[in-house]
């Protein structure tokens, strides 16, 4: 019993990226419907005239209340899944489960339940809406691109043939809905600053070296999109120490892990503080993946 138990337990792990972006875009469409005015950082640029807020339906409206990371999964034969594997094209050989002959399919039937309130069946044209004339970009290593393929099935299969275009322009991935305006974008930054491994396809390396200062290169392509989505984790885990730069590119020491990390996040907060207008923009962090694909 205890067997079969983990074995249910283990088979959630694959879903998981797919069922929390869904929960992820839940709070996105959530936050929307706020009308608060505190936000995470201090925008000293010039006012801005905000954007007009999306019109919700009476009957889509969440409590304020609810806390949506408080809940349990649940099996669900009759909604899930949002979407099957063999109906996208813009899934990478990798993250194709069956293709790659898992034996099982039940593992997609996974959905979130909050405990004090339900959340909306996904409704892709509805996101699609919140997302005109807008960019949506994830960026960090392959979880995150697992993340951005999940979330371009979710909504490809609503959008007419010829209304929609996939490009890649290294680092970065593009899918464009053209009727809305908006694109669904992915871009490489394992680390988020900026290392030897920013190639987006020949990035493997035997010494990582990462410029814990630097991030204005990537910074440049992630000015004024309207939604990031940053994670940074799984790369750090190499090796307890890392070689790292800190002020002059030719001065390279070995650093802890962690004390390298804390560095190149305060890099990146620094960056979100003097650029990030909070008015028109939303930044998320997305935090380890139970699972590494």
Known sequence: MKGQSAERIQ??????LASLLV????QLVFDSLKSGK??????????????????????????????????QWVW????????????CPYLVKQTTCLKNGRPDSFYQNWRWQPHACNLPRFDPLKLLDILRDKRLMFIG????????????????????????????????????????????????????VESISDHAT??????????????????????????L??????????????????GSMEDVQEYNVTTAYRIAMETWGNWLESTINPHLQKVFFMSMSP???
């Open 76 to 87: 669900d034969n009759v909604s899930y899944p949002l979407y099957e594997e063999n109906s």
């Open 229 to 246: 989505v940053f994670e940074s984790y799984v790369w750090w885990m190499y090796r307890p120490q890392i070689n790292a730069t800190y």
């Open 202 to 227: 020949n990035h493997t390396v035997l010494k990582r070296l990462v410029n814990l200062d630097s991030i204005s290169k990537h910074g440049k392509s992630w000015e004024g999109v309207d939604v």
């Open 38 to 71: 505190s936000y995470v950082f201090q925008y000293h640029g010039k006012p801005e005239k905000l954007r007009k807020s999306v019109f919700v339906l009476p009957e889509d409206r969440m409590d304020e209340s609810c806390n949506l990371f408080e809940g």
């Open 141 to 192: 290593d392959s979880v995150q691109r697992a993340q951005f393929e999940s979330m371009v099935c979710l909504v490809q299969s609503v959008i007419p043939k010829g209304k929609k275009s996939f490009k890649r322009d290294p680092p970065r991935k593009v899918f464009k809905a053209k009727e809305y305006n908006a694109t669904i974008e992915y871009y490489w930054a394992p680390f988020i």
């Open 291 to 293: 699972t590494h694909l």
């Open 11 to 16: 088979s959630l792990f694959p879903v998981l």
């Open 23 to 26: 929960l992820g875009t839940a």
